[in-house]
Structures are given as C-alpha cells and as structure tokens.
C-alpha cells in the first residue's frame, strides 16, 4: 500500500520543487542554435550601448579583475529539463551597470555568433543576473557559453545567452531569436511562458 500524502502536487528534491512540466536531469545537456563560436579570451570584449548610443566596453583582462561572486542557482529549459544546484562564477549585472546611464526599460542581448535574446532591464539587476565565467569550478566550456555566458537563472534558460558579447539597452521591445519564432517574450518557467500568448 502506498502513501499518498494530500495536497501533493509538485515534484520536490532538496526541498526544491521543479516549474510545471519540467523533469529533473544530472546531465548538462547542450543547446545551441548553431556552431559554437571559439572566441579566445584575448580577443574577447563585452560591450554596453545605452538609448543614446554611449558604449561602455570591458575586455577579458577588465571583467576578471572585477569583484566576482560565486552563485549556486537552478536552472529551466524550456525543452523540459531542470537541472538544480548548478555552480557558477562570475559578475553581476549590478556590478557591470553600476556607471551606465540609462532610463531604457528593455534590452537585446547579443552574443558571437550571432544569437539573441530580450528580456526587460530590470531583469539583469538586484542579483539576478551575472557574466559568468567559471562552471563548476573550472573555466566555462566552450559548448556551454565560453569564456563567458549571461546567467539569468529565473527565466527560462535560452534567456541565457552564451558566448555573450555585449547588451543594447532600448526604450523598446526588440525581440530576439527564439523570441521571434514565437517563443514567449518573458519566459517565466514559474507561469509555464514557454510560447507566445501563455
Ligand atoms: N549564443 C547562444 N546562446 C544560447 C543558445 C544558443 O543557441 N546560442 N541556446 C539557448 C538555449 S535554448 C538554452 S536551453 C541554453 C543551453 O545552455 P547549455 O547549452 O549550456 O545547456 O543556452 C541558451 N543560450
Ligand atoms: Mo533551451
């Protein structure tokens, strides 16, 4: 005879319950839209255009003297998985956009090879979002986004751009890649955004 306890709806491990409709996996699988771009840290910038057009610009030698954070967050694809615990270093948004000047609401994050992803401005800040170049320790992978990715673990994971090369900051709403396939503008896993219109 089973127990069956009332009330029990979401799937719980660690004391962390998954989105709706995810399943829990150990692997890290890789997805990406195209080839993986090889961008050696020398060659590296990420750049900050605000609404007026100023750039603000770090090179690999700038972001990583920078003061890092080490962060441990799970994370949602919108393919289903959920992989929970997953350890990062890097900088946060906050740290990065401390002396940009800017009222814009929405930014288009662009990355080498040519991926993009919108999602609102005040989604990068309060700790929410991080370059991260450190995985478990080690330097980030190149299939995994490196020598840096953006990390913004509360939106489903393409929101993640990696091989991230610099942001626009617009005081409107440029769509990015998935996005324009008609992927969810927002894509919060928590209300299920997977497409357009949830
Ligand atoms: N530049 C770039 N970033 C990207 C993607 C991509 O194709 N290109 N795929 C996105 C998607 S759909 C997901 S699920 C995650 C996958 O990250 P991973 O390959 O490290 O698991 O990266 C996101 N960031
Ligand atoms: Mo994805």
Redesign the pocket.
Known sequence: MGIVSPGFTGRRRGGAELPPGQYLTHE???????PTPRVLPEHWEFTVANEAGEVSRWDWAALTSLPSEEITKDLH???RWSKLGTEWKGVSLDVLLADVETAADYVLVH?Y?G?TTNLPLEDLLDGQAWIAYEYDGEPLAA???GPARLLVPHLY??K????VRGLVLSDTEDLGF?ETAGYHEYGDPWKEQRYAGD
């Open positions: 890290f699988p890789v997805l990406s839209a195209g694809c919108v393919t990355s090879g991926y299939e995994h986004g994971l393409w993640s751009a990696k091989w998935w």
